[in-house]
């Protein structure tokens, strides 16, 4: 199972200890240890810990005097943590990144191909409906963007 998808979306809660049961399906791919770090539009991101490097994609190669690579690199591996499932599955969220991601409560984990999305549930339904009414505006500027190079 070790190549296999991380696609769909998941529930979850934050408990008063701040633990999050990690989802079984999610666990299964990407293990018992995993790095955490800030995301995009308040989410967290979630990858194996063998595959921090897709976190520096579109980084490497490029020089440290090259302030993008230097500030992404940064904000993603500086904002990272090392991150252990307990016996019964479950994680807890450092304080610096459950403040980050604006999580109070209820949770969505979203499998994206190679990594996770962890977001606050009012979050993400108020990020999805913007996304569901843009979508084929987005798609359009992708396509766009892929025609040009």
Do not use: C
């Amino acid at each position: 199972m070790a190549g296999s998808l991380l696609i769909g979306q998941y529930d979850a809660r934050i408990d008063e200890k701040h633990r999050i049961a990690f989802p079984k399906k999610i666990r299964e791919i990407i293990g018992n240890k995993f790095i955490v770090t800030l995301g995009y539009e308040n989410s967290l991101i979630i990858v194996k810990e063998e595959g921090w490097k897709a976190l520096l994609e579109g980084t490497e190669g490029k020089p440290f005097i090259q302030k993008g690579a230097r500030e992404t690199q940064r904000y993603l591996l500086g904002g990272a943590s090392f991150v252990e499932l307990d016996s019964k599955g479950r994680f807890i969220i450092p304080d610096y990144l459950r403040r980050f991601a604006k999580i109070k409560g209820e949770v969505i984990f979203l499998g994206l191909e190679r990594f996770v999305e962890l977001w606050d549930r009012e979050i993400w339904e108020s990020y999805r409906q913007n996304l569901e009414k843009n979508i084929d505006k987005i798609s359009e500027k992708l396509i766009n963007v892929d025609n040009k190079e």
